[in-house]
């Protein structure tokens, strides 16, 4: 089940969020309630998935109990931490590296290899896998109690709103909420919003940008068999792969924070206008930031000793940037998009970039080319395409640069992609900030305008919601 | 920070207020159509299929649908669009709607659907009868459509004419329904419906007196010597002007693109036939004139206009002429293009079986066929139809 579809919105939501707050006179029950509605959700799909997420569960629960009282004994957990970290490991690598491995053994030695292709990852399994870790090395490094709990536990691995898009969690930021909170009805109303603006960020500007980008750089793979990529053509489907995964990544993030507030879980922000950065390590402290400090916390630091050498520094950045790339996508694109970051980070620090005198416009313009060029490698999916695909944005393959369907495609779609440009800035803070300070005329217009502008959002997500997935001829059933 | 607390309080008790009884009503009304779908779930079937039926249903049918589609189409329209849901649905210049392709390539495996006509062709044959493929056309006319040249238009004109070649190669008879109807009389731009994937009801007629006329002409089968049933003198034919949206219509929502003429002809002398069909694994039965038994008012009634000839297609249907018991027997295997065209026929032959592959379970070809003599086997479908399940037959 997806956040962004009719049934999360009119059947699974207002069911898991009514009865939760029927249960508000009892936190047990309300978390046995959210753990429930969690599962349903996970296995909505594919029931059989339900069997990994439980004994995902299961598992790290009981190595959990294990690490603790080795540690409560004084007794070395670090075996017992290196066999639950590799317990996590083990599914992830037969789902998500396996099936890419076997293809590209099987074309090394032209065999025909789909055995592990025809099995599914299950949905978050990176998430789920990031998250137990943290739960492992927590307990391991004595920075939390264990929560005696089964259920709070499985609700910090299983929570619905954080399944398919995170923010990653540290089990130490979150442990304390899951125990005991307390939602308001401020923290219920600006969840609400969240909720919405992250749906309509996914719904209105990711998904229509996706099928833009989908579609110029599957032209682009056929090379030419269909019709040539010009580079203006490539450039539009990468300003379009480059507004579908921000505003995809930071709407599921909004809705993923939006739904924490309605049940009353405060997570950390996830995103920060990472396009309007003014460096590349400005940009990695504003994009996905929960997976920047998932690594920092769990690879770098224990990487890292005290007094190390910058030489040493240098080396960890690069294994983490490496281990970054891995986890997002197994393929060689996806190790070069590490080391790009890699490169330009170091590169920074190395010349202080920050102190450097430059003019902010440049910087952006930087920023954006690092930025665009680091999607290619992460969209592509493998060397060739990569290499036919800069080809074509720079004009090495002779395709030229005007396009008649990039023409087509911004006549068609301007309204979203100036909608994603300007939301892709902090347009609206910077206006809700205005009248905050000036508290005149405008602002109360606008405390009056705000929910009929959400209403509006809400009833245009729903509207292209139901044009994506109606059929008309279903209701003709009750004929 | 005061008025932005106020501002999101408002807005959140009227999201809960709205969702909460939205949800509510929705649910109500949705509620006959999941216990309907999750019925006809084949017996047997697993928890995997009753979640994707209640999903699909969740997903694709909400209160007030029509409403939000018409806003939709109406966005659309105000923004000057040529395409709706992401090039599902282009329009050209004329505004005639058709589907959008990126990815034109031939995708049917038309010579080896040729093929198994060609062995239902000898299958038939050994049973004294023939084999007549009928294409209907394609949404894509290069003769009549005008789509702005960056457009991705779905030409399927190259199936019909890869098949027609293979069918030629396998020495299988066919009309061509896009020669039939450049020969007729009729406009251009009335062989299809700018709202619909369908043909007029007025082209199939065309087609009708076509076959007809090949079936006199090639196999001395004289159904009409008089020309009494072809002559369009003999049907009523009625006009409801911009009253009919069809299935691309209905998709993109009416604004977007706009309504049809829709031109009703029926017999206009005595007629009598019995209609059984299949509709979810239940046959039913109705006995009437052509208006009563072939013509399906509550269709019509919901705006399924073209449906309402002999009520779309099912996975099987049979239609005995009471008053013409010696005439010839026929077998379709279609989709439901060709439904008017089986229906003007209706009068001319004594029993007309029809079999629609893509509509659901229907009854093994090969094993039907021998149950039952047939004159002729025509075998009709639209371009974008031609896959293995619809010639799911003679696959040896």
């Known amino acids: ?479 | 920070m005061k008025f932005s607390r106020r501002a999101r309080g408002a807005f959140a008790t009227l999201f809960i207020t709205v969702t909460a009884v939205f949800s509510v009503f929705n649910f109500a009304t949705r509620l006959p159509l999941f216990q309907i779908k999750l019925g006809q779930l084949p017996a047997g079937s697993g928890l995997n299929d009753m979640l994707g039926t209640v999903d699909y249903i969740a997903n694709g049918s909400v209160l007030g649908e029509n409403g939000l589609i018409y806003a939709h189409s109406l966005l659309q329209a105000l923004l000057g669009k040529r395409e709706s849901g992401g090039f599902e649905i282009i329009k050209d210049n004329n505004g005639e709607l058709g589907y959008g392709n990126f990815y034109p390539v031939l995708t049917a495996n038309t010579e080896e659907y040729a093929l198994r006509m060609r062995r239902l062709r000898d299958y038939v044959r050994g049973r004294g009868g023939e084999v007549v493929f009928i294409n209907a056309i394609d949404l894509f006319s290069r003769n009549h459509s005008s789509y702005a040249a960056d457009l991705p238009v779905n030409d399927l004109n190259t199936i019909s004419n890869a098949m027609l070649y293979y069918l030629q190669g396998y020495e299988v008879d066919y009309l061509d329904s896009r020669r039939a109807l450049k020969e007729s009389s009729l406009e251009p731009g009335r062989y299809r419906y700018k709202t619909d994937i369908h043909w007029t009801v007025e082209a199939c007629f065309e087609v009708f007196a076509s076959l007809v006329g090949k079936l006199s002409g090639d196999y001395g089968l004289n159904l009409d010597p008089d020309l009494y049933y072809t002559d369009p003198g003999n049907y009523r034919q009625s006009v409801f002007p911009q009253s009919y949206a069809g299935i691309l219509g209905r998709r993109a929502g009416t604004p977007f693109s706009g309504m049809d003429d829709f031109l009703l002809i029926e017999p206009d002398f005595q007629t009598k036939f019995t209609l059984n069909y299949l509709r979810d694994n239940v046959e039913y039965s109705v006995t009437g004139d052509w208006g009563e038994a072939l013509f399906n008012h509550s269709y019509w009634d919901n705006g399924y206009l073209y449906a309402s000839y002999l009520g779309g297609q099912t996975p099987w249907k049979r239609i005995t002429n009471e008053l013409a018991q010696t005439g010839p027997r026929f077998l379709f295997v279609c989709d439901s293009f060709v439904m008017p065209v089986v229906a003007f026929l209706a009068p001319m032959a004594s029993e007309i079986h029809v079999i629609c592959p893509l509509a659901g379970r229907s009854p093994d070809l090969e094993q039907y066929v021998s149950e039952h003599n047939f004159d002729f086997v025509f075998v009709e479908y639209y371009p974008g139809n031609m896959s293995g399940e619809a010639f799911d037959f003679f696959i040896r």
């Open chain 1, 1 to 479: 089940m997806l956040y962004s579809s009719l049934i999360f919105i009119f059947y699974f939501f207002p069911v898991a969020a009514g009865v939760y707050y029927l249960l508000r006179f009892s936190g047990r029950l309300q978390n046995i309630w959210l753990l429930t509605a969690s599962i349903l959700f996970y296995a909505w799909g594919r029931p059989v998935q339900a069997i990994f997420l439980l004994a995902s569960i299961a598992v790290n629960y009981g190595m959990g109990v294990i690490i603790d009282r080795l540690q409560k004994k004084e007794a070395s957990a670090k075996p017992a931490l290196a066999a639950a970290c590799a317990l996590n490991l083990i599914p992830l690598f037969i789902f998500n590296y396996l099936p890419p491995l076997a293809r590209g053994a099987g074309s090394w030695f032209y065999l025909n290899i789909t055995a592990f292709s025809s099995i599914p990852a299950p949905p978050g399994i990176v998430l789920i896998t990031l998250h137990s870790i943290s739960y492992l090395v927590d307990i391991y490094r004595q920075d939390v109690e264990m929560d005696k709990n089964p259920v709070n536990f499985a609700l910090y691995i299983a929570f619905f709103p954080l399944l398919l898009g995170g923010p990653i969690l540290q089990y130490a930021d979150v442990v304390h909420q899951i125990a005991r909170r307390n939602a308001t009805w401020e923290d219920f109303s600006r969840g609400v919003c969240r909720f919405v603006t992250g749906l309509a960020k996914k719904v209105l500007i990711a998904d229509t940008m996706a099928l833009i980008a989908d579609h110029v750089f599957n032209l682009s793979a056929m090379s030419g068999s269909l019709t040539n990529v010009p580079a203006s053509l490539a450039l539009v489907g990468l300003i379009a792969f480059a507004l579908q995964i921000y505003h995809g990544l930071s709407g599921y993030a909004d809705m993923a924070l939006g739904l924490g507030l309605i049940f009353g879980f405060h997570y950390r922000e996830n995103f920060h206008y990472p396009y309007a950065s003014l460096s590349v390590t400005d940009f990695w402290s504003r994009w996905y930031t929960s997976l920047t400090s998932w690594f920092h916390n769990y690879v770098l630091a224990p990487l890292s000793v005290r007094n190390s050498s910058n030489d040493r520094m240098v080396r960890n950045t690069f294994i983490m940037w490496l281990l970054i790339g891995l986890t997002l996508g197994c393929d060689w694109t996806f190790l070069l998009w590490g080391i790009w970051n890699f490169t330009f980070l170091t590169f920074e620090r190395v010349i202080e970039f920050e102190n450097i005198n430059i003019p902010r416009i440049l910087r952006r313009v930087y920023v954006l080319a690092f930025m665009l060029t680091g999607w290619i490698f992460f969209r592509t999916g493998d060397l060739y395409q990569l290499s036919v695909f800069a080809g074509n944005l720079f004009g090495r393959n002779g395709n030229g640069f005007s396009s008649d369907i990039a023409l087509m495609l911004i006549r068609e779609y301007w309204v979203i992609f100036l909608a994603g440009i300007v939301f892709s800035a902090p347009a609206v803070p910077s206006l809700e900030a205005t009248l905050l300070v000036k508290q005149n005329a405008s602002a109360k217009a606008y405390s009056v305008i705000y929910p009929l502008l959400m209403a509006a959002l809400l009833l245009l997500v729903v509207i292209f919601l139901i044009r994506s997935s109606y059929d008309p001829f279903l209701a003709s059933s009750l004929l």
